[in-house]
């Protein structure tokens, strides 16, 4: 990874920061992207990358963030950030908190950066995704949960298996670039992601938790997906630690449809190919 440039989001703590310091050991020059000051600093002082600050819960910080990313060109974009909220929340932007952290959020910073990402010659758009999202059940009319009843879990599946759909689209629009697009699921990771669910936090503290895996093992994926030889050969794939799998609920019509969906929503017009 010796003079690339890698861009991870949420790296401010979990697998984000271990995925971070791991391409940081490997020799890349790793911009550091997250919401805590504190802990964003922190972390790319202690692997020599550089800190961003970003809250994804609003589109115009987003948009400032890829303005102030000094970064000519960007060898491979780490969508890492997210969240999984109690309640439902709506954003500034007028969408649901949790689809438009772990979803929109992602996918305007990508489109954004895509000429960036275009000017390396092997790039990689990496996207956390979750085993999950097997049971969403995503209505594009009502991706904000405005209509259907809120539950946590299932606006976090939604998200998550937008995630993959915005792979699979993403690898089909970039073919003919130099870009490629790829979704990993970390695993039962112990991390501080679920500091906010308390039915979460308690199964980690119970003996349930001593199956949960470390940041570190969580990352792995993404450190693979990030440094496999032949990015074509996992191009619009979905991976666990256990290697490629199937993700359920796919389709490349529906992943089409939500493309156009999300660009709507996020107020851009042109494919981030073109």
């Known amino acids: ?16 920061a271990a995925a ?19 802990k964003t600093t922190e972390v790319a002082r202690r ?7 970003v809250d994804f819960a609003s589109l115009d910080d987003v948009r400032r963030l ?25 954003t500034r932007d007028g969408h649901e908190m949790t689809f438009q952290v772990n979803h929109l959020a992602p996918f305007l910073l990508t489109s954004l950066l895509m000429d960036r990402l275009k000017a390396a010659p092997d790039a990689r758009v990496i996207s956390t995704a979750s085993a999950a999202h097997a049971f969403a059940r995503l209505d594009l009319d009502d991706l904000g949960f405005g209509e259907r009843r809120y539950r946590a879990n299932d606006a976090y599946a939604t998200s998550k298996l937008a995630n993959i759909l915005f792979t699979q689209e993403l690898a089909r629009r970039a073919q003919g670039t130099s870009v490629t697009a790829s979704a990993f699921h970390p ?11 308390s039915f979460v936090t308690k199964v980690l503290r119970s003996p349930v938790g001593r199956f949960a ?5 969580g990352a792995k994926p ?13 191009n619009g794939a979905y991976f666990t630690r256990r ?13 089409a449809r939500l493309w156009e969906v999300s660009e709507r929503l996020v107020g851009i017009g042109d494919e981030p190919n073109r």
Do not use: W
């Open 1 to 16: 990874m010796h003079g690339r440039t890698v861009v991870v989001t949420g790296a401010s703590a979990g697998v984000g």
């Open 20 to 38: 971070a310091a791991a391409l940081a050991d490997l020799g890349a020059n790793v911009a550091v992207v997250g919401r805590s000051k504190e």
């Open 47 to 53: 692997i020599g990358g550089t800190p961003y600050f």
């Open 66 to 90: 890829a303005d102030e990313l000094d970064c000519p060109r960007i060898d491979v974009l780490a969508n890492n950030a997210g969240l999984m909220n109690r309640g439902r929340q709506v």
């Open 187 to 197: 695993g039962p990771v112990a991390s501080e992601f679920f500091r906010d669910n």
């Open 213 to 217: 895996i470390t940041p570190d093992e």
């Open 222 to 234: 993404l450190v693979h997906l990030a440094t496999v030889a032949d990015a074509q050969s996992v």
């Open 243 to 255: 290697g490629r799998r199937t993700p359920r609920r796919t389709n490349p019509e529906l992943a």
